[in-house]
Each structure stands twice: as structure tokens, then as C-alpha cells.
């Protein structure tokens, strides 16, 4: 597949850029909180070790696959969560998104305002049509971030994932378009 | 980011059987029937995978990529009577995490409306759910494709949402399409498929499905003491119960649990009798056959000859593997019929029937898709 170029996208107050080990810490703290344990688990073992190996590996986008950016306060540069661009497919044109907000950023518009950036940049840059979001249905957070985003809601898969809970959950499908309106 | 990986480690192509088709391995001689399906205009416009095959030697080529991808599993359809392949059904994006997989299908141009998605489609979801212990199949066909969301909606795929602008179809156009899936929990875990009525020709005879008009004759022919004598439901008293036997007869077919036909004279169409298939059951592939004959056309072969065409329809276009029928032992001439169509004497069952003067043993009889031809005279 055609390797994807590290860009750095700004968002207002937020600065989107491909993960560095050196925030390892603050993501190691953020994929603690049982809330990101349960819906968008990150490596199995959760250590500086394996988190620093999971910064590289997300700024690793030489496989075209996926664009993943650390989510930053662009003043003081700390670490407020992740967006995450997979699945890319770039002769169907489409792609899946997926989230995460530090504890310590949370109900501050930080991942709907990150969707909507990388969102833009994919349908720009990449020349995509398409993008997905999947969410558990009693993850109403995440729900609220989709609409926010310009993610339409188009349907309720029934016990469709496996979640970090180890239990099947029906999921919402939320998907937005090159052409739709911005939020 | 959740990951959706597709992995399996499916290698082999299990053979799996339905109602008149069986599911196996591509063969390379299917390669121009491959040929002909993907080049029809109906495959061009719904499946894109296939677009890409212009030449035997592509369908050679996309049979063996298919049959070697192991996050795959893609089966030839071919008729369970002929052997002809007459489409194709599989399961991909296998996601072993969370059970599930999609599938996909097509069936060739010559074979359509005869019910053979359907019937591929089940027998690879019940090939899933089954053996697989997959616990969710998703079916995803483009909003236009209305003869998929049929599909889709008679296999017991619960319609989910519309995904908007989702699939390239290859033709440079973004489809929406439909979401639909089916859960391993879902009520009645295999789809019975409700049926048309089919008529069956039986030399002389034919079996035609019951009309509404038959109601009269029916009604008639019952009144014979010698039917209700070994039919306790039997005789029906009015019009209404008559109408209501046949409006149950219609319900049989529709929700596939069972056939029921007259028996008539082929050329003057006279009724001569009641041949009926029930409790058809997909899983164990056996149903149980009833018959009676009217008083006027007994000692002339009908009911082994309505038995006979009957339960090789069962084995060659339901895929039934064994058909059953017992009758009570003082019923002489239901051992006849039971042992000119073929049906072997398996046991005595006790007290299995309730006749109105009480309890009464029953013979079983059986025969199975394996045993020898029977040649009636």
C-alpha cells in the first residue's frame, strides 16, 4: 500500500501530530483509565516499555493502513488524547476513525474537535469518500462526539463487538462523507 | 481504534448440503460456468469482486486465489440432483474476536428465482452458526439490489441501516447499502424457508398443491369411514373446517415446515388423494410423510406411487436425507404402500398413536437418500 506522509494538522488550542515515545507517560496514564480500558483498550500490557513501543508503532505509517495523531494542548504541548485513522482503503476510498480523551481533557470539545481536523485532512489529502465511527450503544460519549464531528448516524449493528469488557455490544454506525456539510 | 482484523485459519472446503444443492470445493472444469455467471449483467452491476473475470483463465485464476485465501471461505453451489454448479456462496471478513463474518453470494443467470440464494445462503449460515460457532453474519447489498434485500430478509437477516456512499461497485459509482445481519441467537437459529408450491408429475398421477377451491371435494373425500378410521382429525364436519385445512396446508408451505399436495388423475385431474411432507427439519434433514387415498381409487398403486415421487422431491430438491412414516399396525394397507415406495420397517413404536378407541402401536417405517432405487411396478 502507499505509505502515508507524517503531517501535522492545528486545530485552534489543539495540535494533532504522529505519536512520540516521549509523551509516553501521560498515554500510559490515559489508557489506564478504565473507561478507554473498556472501549478502545490500547497494548495488552499496559508498562512505559510497551506504551513507548505503541507511540513508535503509531507514528509508524509506512503501510498506508493508518494515520494515528497524538492529540495536544498546542500551548503547553501536554498530552489530551488520540485520533485515529485505520483500515484506510485507498482504492474503495474510505476509512475507519476512533478516538480517545485523556481523563484530564475530557468535556472539553478536545475529540470532536480532533475528528473533525483529521476528518477534513482525509477527505483532502488522502482523497477519501468515506469514513466510519463505531461505538458501543451505551457509550454515549462517544456517540456525542461522532454527531458533533458531522458523523451521521446510519444504523444499530446488533452485538456486532467484542468490547475490552469482553461482552458483545450492539454498536451504532455513524459514517461522514467527502460532500457532507461540516458540522 | 478498534481493530478489525480479519484473520481465520480456515484451509480446507467442508462440503456442506441444503435443501436441493449442495455447497463443496471449486472445481477447475466450473471454470466457464464461472465465466458465465461473472459476465452477466446482474453479477457486473451487484458483485464487484467479479467484475474483474473476462476469461477462463481469469475464473481458473480467481477460483484458486479464492480456494488458497485463508481469511476466506468460498464455496461452489451446484444442484444436488445434476451437479451443476449454479452459483456461489462465502464467508469473509472473518473476525475471530467477535465471531463474525459477512457473506457474500451470487447464483448463474440460468438458476434465478428458484430460491437458490436463499437456499445457499442458509446452508452456509447454518454451516456457520453450526459448526463454526460464528455469532454474527453480516449481509451487505446495495440499496438497488432488491432481489439481495429479499434475500436478505426471508434468510431472517435483520435489516440494520443504511450505510451511505459505502462501496465502490467497481463501475466508478459509490453505492449506499443496506446493512443487514443475522445473530446465532436469533429466534429459529436456522431460517426455514417458506416455499412456493410446486407441483410434482408422477407418470399418471400429479401432485398440485391444494387450492382453495378444493374445499368441496376435500371435504367429500374425508367423510370416507375407512380415512377416518385411522386419522382421528378426521372426518371434517363442515365447509369451514374444510376451508380451514387447506388455508393450514397453504401456512405449511409458506413457513416451510411442510408440503402438502392432492393427488389427482394427470390427465382428467380427479382427485385420488392427499400426499403430504411435514415437520421438515433443516438441521437433521428428515421430515415425515402422510398419505390417504379416496374410497373410489384404492387397489391401483396411488399412494405408492404419490409416496414414491414425493419423498425423492424430498431427497433431491429439499435435501432431506430421511424420510419417515408410521402407521398403526391394524392398518394393513399403509404397510403395502410404506413397503412398495421403499420405506424399510424399523421398529414398533408403543402406544404412539391415539385413535379415537384409544391407544394404539405404530410401525415405523424409513427411508433414506442412500437406500437402493425401488422400481414400482
Not at chain 2, 455469532?135 to 435489516?159: D, E, K, M, Y
Not at chain 2, 414414491?308 to 432431506?320: P, R, V
Request: proline letters at 5%; a neutral charge.
Amino acid at each position: 500500500m502507499t505509505p502515508i506522509e507524517h503531517v501535522e494538522i492545528a486545530a485552534g488550542r489543539l495540535q494533532l501530530r504522529p505519536p512520540s515515545d516521549s509523551e509516553a507517560a501521560d498515554a500510559l496514564a490515559m489508557l489506564l483509565d478504565p473507561d478507554i480500558a473498556r472501549w478502545n483498550a490500547g497494548p495488552d500490557r499496559l508498562d512505559l516499555d510497551e506504551v513507548r513501543a505503541w507511540c513508535r508503532r503509531g507514528a509508524d505509517w509506512s503501510d498506508g493502513g493508518h494515520a494515528t495523531f497524538s492529540v495536544l494542548d498546542a500551548t503547553s504541548g501536554r498530552l489530551l488524547g488520540n485520533v485515529s485513522l485505520h483500515k484506510i482503503d485507498r482504492e474503495q476510498q474510505d476509512a475507519e476513525i476512533g478516538y480517545r480523551v485523556a481523563p484530564w481533557a475530557r468535556g472539553q470539545g478536545v475529540a470532536s474537535a480532533g475528528v473533525a481536523a483529521v476528518s477534513r485532512w482525509a477527505f483532502g489529502a488522502l482523497d477519501l469518500e468515506r469514513i466510519e465511527a463505531y461505538h458501543a450503544v451505551v457509550n454515549v460519549a462517544s456517540c456525542r462526539v461522532a454527531e458533533k464531528a458531522g458523523y451521521l448516524f446510519e444504523g444499530t449493528l446488533r452485538q456486532s463487538y467484542v468490547y475490552g469488557d469482553k461482552r458483545r455490544h450492539d454498536e451504532h454506525l455513524h459514517a461522514r462523507l467527502a460532500g457532507d456539510p461540516d458540522p | 481504534m478498534t481493530a478489525r482484523t480479519g484473520v481465520s485459519t480456515l484451509r480446507k472446503t467442508p462440503e456442506v448440503r441444503g435443501e436441493g444443492l449442495v455447497l463443496g470445493p471449486w472445481r477447475a472444469a466450473d471454470a466457464a460456468r464461472v465465466l458465465e455467471i461473472a459476465t452477466d449483467p446482474a453479477t457486473r452491476a451487484w458483485s464487484p469482486s467479479m467484475r474483474p473475470l473476462n476469461t477462463e483463465a481469469d475464473a481458473l485464476t480467481w477460483m484458486s486465489e479464492r480456494t488458497a485465501n485463508a481469511d476466506r471461505l468460498d464455496w461452489a453451489v451446484r444442484d444436488s440432483a445434476s451437479g451443476l454448479l449454479i452459483g456461489r456462496v462465502g464467508l469473509h471478513r472473518f473476525d475471530p474476536g467477535c465471531r463474525s463474518a459477512e457473506i457474500g453470494y451470487g447464483v448463474h443467470p440460468a438458476h434465478r428465482r428458484r430460491g437458490v440464494a436463499l437456499r445457499a445462503v442458509t446452508a452456509a449460515t447454518t454451516h456457520a452458526f453450526t459448526t463454526l460457532n460464528l455469532a454474527r453474519i453480516s449481509l451487505v447489498h446495495a440499496t438497488g439490489n432488491s432481489a439481495s434485500c429479499a434475500v436478505a430478509s426471508a434468510g431472517g437477516f435483520a435489516f440494520e441501516g443504511v450505510e451511505r456512499s459505502s462501496l465502490d461497485h467497481g463501475d466508478g459509482v459509490r453505492h449506499d447499502m443496506h446493512r443487514h445481519a443475522r445473530l446465532a441467537t436469533d429466534a429459529g437459529a436456522v431460517p426455514r424457508i417458506g416455499r412456493t408450491p410446486v407441483a410434482i408429475n408422477a407418470g399418471d398421477l400429479a401432485l398440485r398443491p391444494w387450492a382453495p377451491e378444493d374445499a368441496e371435494q376435500l371435504l367429500a373425500a374425508v367423510a370416507d369411514p375407512l380415512i377416518a378410521r385411522w386419522n382421528p382429525r378426521l372426518p371434517l364436519p363442515d365447509i369451514d373446517a374444510a376451508r380451514g385445512w387447506l388455508a393450514s396446508k397453504a401456512t405449511g408451505w409458506a413457513g416451510g415446515e411442510a408440503c402438502s399436495w392432492k393427488v389427482v388423475d394427470a390427465a382428467t385431474g380427479e382427485l385420488r388423494g392427499s400426499m403430504g411432507l411435514r415437520c421438515i427439519d433443516p438441521i437433521d434433514r428428515a421430515a415425515v410423510a402422510s398419505y390417504w387415498t379416496v374410497a373410489g381409487a384404492r387397489g391401483r398403486g396411488v399412494a405408492p406411487a404419490a409416496l414414491t415421487a414425493a419423498t425423492e422431491w424430498a431427497f433431491t430438491e429439499l435435501g432431506m436425507h430421511r424420510v419417515t412414516l408410521a402407521h398403526v399396525l391394524a392398518n394393513e394397507a399403509s404397510c403395502r404402500v410404506a413397503t412398495k415406495a421403499g420405506f424399510l420397517l424399523e421398529a414398533t413404536i408403543r402406544d404412539s398413536c391415539l385413535l379415537r378407541d384409544g391407544f394404539s402401536d405404530e410401525h415405523l417405517h424409513a427411508r433414506l437418500a442412500s437406500d437402493p432405487r425401488v422400481g414400482l411396478p
